[in-house]
């Protein structure tokens, strides 16, 4: 691998979720071996992955030709950050406020049957159509609804290590340490591989 980076100078794309003193490392040790280091995190699910529209938070030092040939196709949005890190700053920020969210999505979705009776149809059309909310409500209602975790967009394992990287960036926050009880439980009750939708299932709370 060493010889690889001094020989080619390739450009490094590091596409995962990681914690920002990994990132800043990661930075260092292939700029120092000669590569081009490009830290690249990704948000979009499958659906974004399989169509080629991901969104990429992202750093690098040096532009090449190379990344904007690995960026063309898989991304359909950038936002690059002026400062090795910041990507894996921003994005555990993003998941973790995401996380809670959607967390929030299956405690409230939940009340609407029990409180509504036979017009809850009502209410999820309200609630799918109208605000704010309605962009995730519609895409998420049907997957609790149905109980559908098991072909995963995003695995709820997946979730529990951004929480915990999240938990280490900003300190003991209510809403972290509640979401990630609720999503570990979801792990416990629909196994690590489960979409992370599971966490708004009647036994993730």
Known sequence: MTAALADHRPVCVELSTISPEW??????QITCRGGI?????????????TSGTLTAFLHTPVHDARTETVLAAITSQRHEFSRPGNPARFKLIFNAWGAAVLHSLGVFARQLPTHLGEDYQVAARAVTTTGWMAAIT???????????????DFAVRHMVKDLE?????????????????AYAQAVADHGAYADFTA???????
Not at 199 to 205: E, I, L, M, W
């Open 23 to 28: 990132a800043e490392e990661w930075h260092q």
């Open 37 to 49: 280091p490009v830290e690249c995190s990704v948000t979009g699910s499958r659906p974004a992955a």
């Open 138 to 152: 519609a895409s998420k209602l049907p997957r609790l609804e149905r109980q559908d975790y098991k072909d995963p």
């Open 165 to 181: 990287y999240a938990r280490e960036l900003l300190g003991p926050l209510p809403l972290i340490d509640l979401a990630i009880n």
């Open 199 to 205: 966490v708004g299932d009647r036994g993730a709370s």
